[in-house]
């Protein structure tokens, strides 16, 4: 009996230390950086939009990206939109838009546009790699529409 008990408290130590040690995909908000060499910086390392999301929905899909250039996108429905440092893995801004919304990310002058309009004006850190993501669905919407 003694041995049975000892195997299962190792039999359950290992699994907790299996399951320790899984952890979920956040869709495509992490990136490979080591066939890159992209630096990895701390989130704390840059800014984030107040309000901004902690995490993109897995179901949302990438519809532009880059290092440096302007990203665009023009909203194929209502929904909300993600914009994500990846070297810094961070939702840094993110927000509803409408059906035709066109939204631009321009890092070189550190804004977030919809339809021209200022969304946030926040340190892009011009050299980064950036993710713009589109989840189609409901959405809030607020004051700034």
Sequence with gaps: ??????????????G???LAGCTSSNH???????????????????ERAS???RKVPRDAEVVDEGRGDTLRYTARGDGTVY???SNADTVIWSGPIRDGD???????????????????NIDLKSGDRFRLYFLRG???????Y
């Excluded at 066109?102 to 946030?120: F, Y």
């Excluded at 409901?138 to 700034?144: A, F, K, L, N």
């Design 83 to 85: 914009v994500v440092d």
């Design 28 to 46: 495509h908000d992490r990136v490979s950086r080591s066939s890159r060499g992209d630096e990895v910086r701390p989130a704390g390392d840059v």
């Design 102 to 120: 066109r939204i631009t990310v321009d890092p070189g002058k550190n804004r977030i546009e919809i339809n021209g309009r200022e969304q946030a």
């Design 51 to 53: 309000g901004a999301a």
């Design 1 to 14: 009996m003694t041995r049975f008990k000892a195997l299962s408290v190792t039999a359950l130590l290992f």
């Design 138 to 144: 409901s959405s809030r919407y607020d004051s700034r």
């Design 16 to 18: 907790a230390g299996i």
